[in-house]
């Protein structure tokens, strides 16, 4: 039985974790300055190369902002962050969206996914939609709910692919990991048949090229998320 070998995070990563976990806990605020290089060197007891690569990561991340001769300060990552921002939040949170950004990505799917309906609509052939079809029969049959869930992110991943929108299909995929999660609490709280009764008509509107029912109904599933007394995620 082969084994693969086990990783282990560089210095480097390590040193872009800390700060990145200082700054998403809020132990760094928007605004503070970092220590001089130097500093973090003597203080973290790694070398100023490790340091200088870490930072400009971080830069690019969106976590900092370097002004030469003046230092490092935390930036807002909510206003300058990447996919790898999102990446870097998700592992904070064990791999889930906080509350806050799992309400976030809800109300981005109300605006997104009609756009991904039409573009489906104009761009994906009869055969291409049908791929939609033998994983909805997998939910069907699926009693464990972790698998479902795995399916349901599945599906709606298919669906933003036949939509050839590149840089959609890229955003979904990037969060596909808490999607399960979301997609659990979803369904403990809706109930199986209601979420299936979604999807099933979902599915249906889309392969008999009804667009205007299938983004209605993506709408209907998201609202009771949002929406209403019962509402799982509240401002």
């Not at 990783?7 to 390590?14: I, L």
């Not at 100023?48 to 969106?62: D, R, Y």
């Not at 590149?166 to 969060?175: A, D, F, G, V």
């Not at 392969?207 to 109904?217: F, I, M, S």
Request: aromatic share 6%; hydrophobic share 40%; proline share 5%.
């Amino acid at each position: 039985m082969p084994f693969d070998k086990i990783s282990v995070p560089s210095v480097r990563e390590a040193f872009v974790s800390t700060i990145e976990d200082k700054i998403l806990s809020g132990e760094l605020k928007v605004g503070d300055r970092l220590p001089p290089a130097r500093q973090l060197c003597q203080d973290m007891g790694v070398s100023l190369t490790i340091i200088n690569a870490g930072i400009a990561e971080l830069a690019a991340k969106g976590f900092v902002t370097v002004k030469p001769r003046h230092g490092t300060y935390v930036a807002d990552y909510r206003m300058q962050g990447t996919t790898e921002t999102m990446v870097a939040m998700m592992r904070f949170n064990g791999g889930d969206l906080n509350e806050r950004d799992a309400r976030s990505f809800w109300e981005s799917r109300t605006a997104v996914d009609p756009l991904i309906v039409d573009s489906l609509m104009r761009r994906a052939s009869d055969d291409q939609i049908r791929q939609l079809t033998p994983i909805l029969e997998q939910m069907r049959q699926e009693k464990d709910i972790s698998r479902i869930c795995v399916l349901i992110t599945e599906f709606f991943q298919k669906i933003y692919e036949l939509s050839d929108n590149s840089l959609m299909y890229l955003l979904y995929h990037s969060t596909v990991i808490p999607q399960r999660r979301l997609y659990a609490l979803y369904i403990q709280h809706l109930g199986l048949k209601k979420t299936m009764d979604h999807l099933e008509t979902i599915h249906d509107s889309i392969v008999h090229r009804q667009p205007e029912k299938a983004k209605k109904e993506m709408l209907e599933m998201i609202r009771p998320v949002l929406e209403g007394p019962d509402a799982i995620y509240k401002e």
